[in-house]
């Protein structure tokens, strides 16, 4: 079994998957079409062309993973004629909105393996030529010292991420903080700083900790579900259900956001000395990324298509089936991961959730060494400059 590992941010903050190797390579650079421009979009965000001569010719967009359903947004603004680099594990194309070009291309690169595991922010750093990068509210706090980041668009309100466990084994286990009492070992990837954080809050006990966690099912089949695991409510609990047969139930599961620690999960971040050139762009292209995520969800079909074609181009030995890509966006409707949240408007930053965050994640990362900015605020952060705040789910 080949594991899926994602990495989140440079102490880790890495979830991870399962399974073996998908088949069926592709030549560099084809040519697709199974991303019709007509059949998505049901609002048109922007007219004809509107972002010629306002954005660079290519927007270019680093992911933090292999193409999946919470990436659905930016997938949906690829249009006809795309264009598929196998080997750099790449996508570019039309820019499109509601079926209309924009005027520009947008290219998205897959991150996870195709990066080596780098952090996105990192690789922000290194190659200039990325507009935007998949940079996780915590990610960005640990770099603000030395690589700041503006996020300008949250397409996730809510950050996937889990603890789960067997409902069988622990019956009166209902949210992480259960699970102090029974002793359990809570797997994860070592050096998570939202564990030190369910350690530091009381939720955990420090002796529970067990950073081996190598993103395989292995150990938590064979324990029997006696051991608690890290994971996504986006793809896990239909996975072990369903595609793991040595399991092939029910996992119960709390969502670490619920626990307390609340970064916003893969938001469109720049460089924070890019805002002053980039912002004529922004302003009109903010509102194209918050209708597509919008459009996605409503009518994912076409869009999961793309995403499903590119995981099998790309060969990264990551499985990522029909069943799971349908479930996510399911689950993204239900727990609310893609949500309007508290003030109704899709793709913005609540900024008392982003000061809490700084208090919290502060004395973690510096205990670590990391150089975070002295007197961070929300501000250094995010910012809503550039949201509709009409656009809704």
């Not at 560099?28 to 998505?40: C, D, L, N, V």
């Not at 640990?142 to 980041?149: D, H």
């Not at 900024?351 to 809490?356: A, G, I, P």
């Amino acid at each position: 079994m080949k594991l899926r590992t994602r990495r989140l941010f440079a102490l880790s903050m890495t979830g991870a998957l399962f399974l073996a190797a998908c088949g069926g390579g592709s030549d560099s650079a084809e040519e697709g079409a199974s991303s019709g421009t007509t059949a998505k979009g049901g609002t048109a965000a922007a007219g004809e062309g509107v972002l010629s001569g306002v954005c660079p010719e290519k927007l270019v967009i680093q992911t933090d993973w292999n193409p999946e359903s919470e990436h659905g947004g930016i997938y949906e603004m690829v249009g006809d004629g795309y264009k598929v680099d196998a080997d750099k594990k790449i996508v570019t194309g039309p820019l499109v909105s509601g079926g209309k070009d924009t005027g520009v291309d947008i290219e998205i690169r897959t991150g996870g393996p195709a990066i080596g595991f780098q952090p996105v922010v990192s690789q922000m750093y290194q190659d200039k030529n990325i507009t935007f990068g998949y940079v996780y509210t915590d990610e960005a706090i640990q770099a603000s010292g030395e690589q700041p980041t503006l996020s300008v668009f949250a397409g996730l309100d809510i950050n996937p991420q889990i603890i789960m466990w067997d409902p069988a084994t622990y019956p009166n286990v209902k949210k992480i903080g259960d699970l102090k009492a029974t002793g359990a070992k809570v797997r994860y990837f070592d050096g998570a700083a939202y564990m030190s954080f369910l350690v530091q809050s009381g939720l955990l006990d420090k002796t529970q900790l067990d950073g081996s966690y190598d993103g395989t099912p292995s150990v938590f089949v064979s324990q029997k579900g006696k051991v608690a695991q890290q994971g996504f409510a986006s793809a896990e609990p239909y996975i072990y259900k369903n595609e793991v047969k040595e399991w092939g139930k029910d996992v119960a599961f709390q969502l670490v956001h619920d626990a307390g620690w609340q970064p916003y999960s893969g938001p469109l971040a720049i460089r924070t000395a890019d805002l002053e050139k980039l912002a004529p762009c922004l302003k009109k292209f903010v509102p194209i990324a918050q209708q597509a995520q919008v459009d996605y969800i409503k009518n994912p079909a076409e869009t999961n298509k793309l995403i499903l074609d590119l995981v099998g181009k790309y060969n990264t030995g990551w499985v990522y089936s029909q069943g799971v890509a349908d479930f996510s966006v399911e689950q993204q409707k239900k727990l609310g991961l893609v949500g309007n949240g508290t003030n109704q408007t899709l793709g913005d930053h609540d900024l008392k959730r982003v000061e809490d965050l700084i208090t919290k994640a502060v004395p973690i990362y510096t205990a670590t060494g990391a150089k975070v900015k002295a007197n961070l605020k929300p501000a250094d952060l995010v910012t809503n400059e550039f949201i509709d705040t009409s656009i809704k789910l």
